[in-house]
């Protein structure tokens, strides 16, 4: 059985970081898309950051130059690294994984395995 956890996150002012984990077991990341999404209050899902089936990565317009998004494969963990948080920001975090597709984006439906969530608050 797959699961995804998530840890790391919390409240913040703005301006700080954050380091979110998300260990998986039953599941060993590989060359399938991971990545990260979130959803606000009120908004739907959006994507973050992710790994895609080539390996590259891709980060939100809203997201990019302050999060990044890695992995360590040693200890079957996908994190991202949130600094210069915005109250925006706020939102519950999501990781995801075993995204296959026969391009090398995966969109939020072609992804298997998610987590349930960690909340972060970014408050001003």
């Known amino acids: 059985q797959v699961q995804l956890v998530e840890s790391g996150g919390g409240s913040v002012q703005a301006g700080g970081s954050l380091r979110l984990s998300c260990k998986a077991s039953?599941?060993?990341?590989?060359?399938?898309?991971t990545g990260w999404f979130r959803q606000a209050t009120g908004k739907g899902r959006e994507a973050v950051a992710s790994?895609?089936?080539?390996?590259?990565?891709y980060y939100g317009d809203s997201v990019r130059g302050r999060f990044t998004i890695s992995k360590d494969n040693a200890v079957n963990t996908l994190y991202l690294q949130m600094n210069n948080l915005k109250p925006e920001d706020t939102a519950m975090y999501y990781c995801?994984?075993?995204?296959?597709?026969?391009?090398?984006?995966?969109?939020?439906?072609?992804?298997?395995?998610w987590g349930q969530g960690t909340q972060v608050t970014v408050s001003s």
């Open positions: 790994f895609d089936s080539d390996g590259y990565t």
């Open positions: 039953g599941y060993t990341y590989n060359s399938d898309c």
């Open positions: 995801a994984a075993g995204g296959q597709t026969s391009a090398a984006y995966c969109y939020e439906y072609e992804y298997k395995y």
